[in-house]
């Protein structure tokens, strides 16, 4: 089957401890992404990876890290930094179809609690 | 910045009534836009895309959007919904030129048997 896995699909973190979030894609897809999911805020973006070994930053990357060493993985390191990492998290890649310019699709999800 | 508004945060309708959830954006380039659908407990799935041509665009499910460029519209439509639409809807738009999306805040929909 193609498509992309997260796990875990529930993850706790305690206080001032370092989590890392998977996502594996086997889509060969070029571009992969990092979403948080808050009741209300809809989808905010917290990094994005183009290429292998290439990431930028989104609207909310401060407390969060990633790496992109294969293609096929992009895991998320939610750091003790982050405030407020409660929430549920979203991994997606795209692909440019001919003619018709990226789409998004969208793995199961992380949700993180801190206790 | 892109920014898309979804206006409609909660809608509550019947089984048959029609649907029109509103999405706006903010882009002044070329758009590729998107209506993604959040069933319960699922994953975010494509419900329909445009990138050119006809403005009006079929999806899955009975779904249709409109691409109004004078608007900068892309609302979604449906005639007659089912319980089984019951979700979450997030408008999404990409700028041609890359690969960053932006997402509305989303609409939760209701259908009540």
């Known amino acids: 089957d193609g498509g992309i896995t997260q796990s875990p699909k529930y993850l706790f973190r305690k206080e001032g401890q370092n989590v890392t979030l998977s996502c594996e894609q086997n889509?060969?897809?070029?571009?992969m992404y990092w979403y948080r999911q808050d009741p209300g805020q809809g989808l905010r973006l917290i990094y994005y990876s183009q290429i292998v070994n290439d990431f930028q930053k989104g609207d909310i990357a401060e407390g969060y890290s990633v790496s992109r060493e294969k293609k096929e993985s992009f895991p998320l390191t939610v750091t003790s930094a982050q405030k407020n990492p409660t929430a549920f998290y979203l991994c997606?890649?795209?692909?440019?179809?001919?003619?018709?310019?990226?789409?998004?699709?969208f793995g199961p999800g992380t949700r993180l609690l801190v206790l | 910045a892109q920014s898309v508004s979804q206006h409609n945060h909660h809608v509550i309708l019947s089984e048959a009534a029609s649907l029109e959830l509103g999405c706006n954006y903010s882009?002044?380039?070329?758009?590729?836009l998107f209506w993604y659908v959040q069933y319960p407990g699922q994953h975010l799935q494509l419900l329909l895309k445009y990138f050119s041509g006809d403005p009006l665009v079929k999806g899955i499910k009975g779904f249709e959007a409109e691409f109004i460029k004078s608007k900068f519209s892309f609302n979604l439509r449906k005639p007659s919904v089912q319980w089984s639409d019951t979700a979450e809807y997030f408008c999404?738009?990409?700028?041609?030129?890359?690969?960053?999306?932006?997402f509305g805040t989303g609409t939760s929909l209701t259908v009540i048997p």
């Open positions: 997606a890649s795209s692909t440019r179809l001919p003619g018709q310019g990226e789409t998004q699709y």
């Open positions: 889509l060969n897809h070029d571009a």
């Open positions: 999404a738009v990409n700028g041609w030129a890359g690969n960053q999306f932006y």
């Open positions: 882009y002044g380039g070329t758009v590729n």
